[in-house]
């Protein structure tokens, strides 16, 4: 990510402190909507629909099943204090769970709850997770350091488009060779791995049959989850040139949670005005180069 002036260790400082536990961030949970852009009554609505428990692992977001019941909020929280990983997790999360309330509770129609799949809700918490600092109030953005995000953006997307096409081939896999044993499994798994890394990463970093693409685990886990975070990205860079022309993160972000599970590019079109598209962070990017160039 596009560099800041604050080491890990400061960070983590400054967030401990603020954060000693799980209840001091759900009670600072509308102030940080405000901070977004939602309206105090809404960041209070939504607020009051989210309760935060500590992780034994990194974070997740379990969104409610009825009207009547809450979301829940998990991350890490250690002896000391939450970190700076922590809260760029909750923020994450914390996305998820505002998506979740508004999917439910705000939708024309129960039986529209949610959002067209798990690549825009991801999108929508990517949204969250890209403004950490800014409610730290630890941001200053100029035109240099907006390049440098997109060009983050790009690049995260690359990174994690490689894990995608490794996961699918997979799935292919398994399905040609039903009978296969867990060994083989590994073994197809890793030769996968080495062939995507030498398509479309080895001319990139010079190094042939690297297995990094092998090692995430929602692989197999998770059934197909992971080609849902490459199109998460694109969608949310889409979703956040909305919010840009629009001026603000909260209203943009409530106008389009409360969509409801329709098709994506319909979501996308009422969302955005276009269908879901790659160009919007091409065409960023490209202007990105030339602006870290100068």
């Given amino acids: ?4 002036k ?6 983590d400082a ?12 759900r009670k600072d949970i509308p102030n940080l909507l405000m901070k ?23 974070g997740h977001a379990m969104g409610a099943q009825m009207r009547s019941e809450k979301s829940h909020l998990r991350t890490r929280v250690e002896k000391s204090g939450m970190n700076y ?11 998820h769970n505002v998506e979740q309330t508004f999917s439910l509770n705000d939708v024309d129609y129960t039986l529209l709850e949610g959002v067209p799949n798990t690549a825009f809700t991801e999108a929508l918490a990517f949204v969250f997770q890209g403004q950490d600092m800014a409610l730290l109030g630890l941001s200053s953005p100029d035109a240099t350091s907006e390049a440098m995000k997109t060009l983050n953006d790009f690049w995260a997307t690359y990174e994690i488009a490689g894990v995608a096409l490794v996961d699918t081939a997979v799935w292919h896999w398994m399905y040609e060779h039903p009978e296969a044993k867990p060994q083989e499994l590994r073994d197809a798994t890793l030769q996968i791995a080495k062939e995507i890394w030498n398509r479309y990463y080895a001319p990139v970093f010079g190094k042939k049959d690297v297995v990094l693409l092998a090692i995430y685990s929602h692989m197999i886990d998770s059934f197909l989850y992971l080609p849902d975070y490459p199109i998460g990205h694109l969608i949310a860079f889409q979703i956040e040139e909305q919010m ?7 209203p943009e972000f409530e106008r389009m949670a409360k969509m409801g599970r329709v098709t994506p590019d319909l979501w ?27």
């Fill in 1 to 4: 990510r596009s560099g800041n």
């Fill in 6 to 11: 604050y080491s890990e260790a400061e960070l």
């Fill in 14 to 25: 400054i967030i401990a402190k603020k954060y000693p536990t799980p209840e001091a961030y």
């Fill in 36 to 58: 977004l852009g939602f309206p105090e009554a809404r960041a209070r609505y939504v607020a009051e629909h989210i309760v935060v428990d500590p992780a034994r692992g990194s």
């Fill in 85 to 95: 990983k922590g809260f760029n997790i909750a923020v994450h999360e914390m996305g």
């Fill in 244 to 250: 840009k022309k629009a001026g603000s993160i909260g």
């Fill in 268 to 294: 996308m079109e009422n969302a955005t005005g276009k269908p879901v598209s790659p160009e919007a962070l091409l065409a960023a990017t490209e202007r990105a180069l030339k602006q870290a160039n100068q």
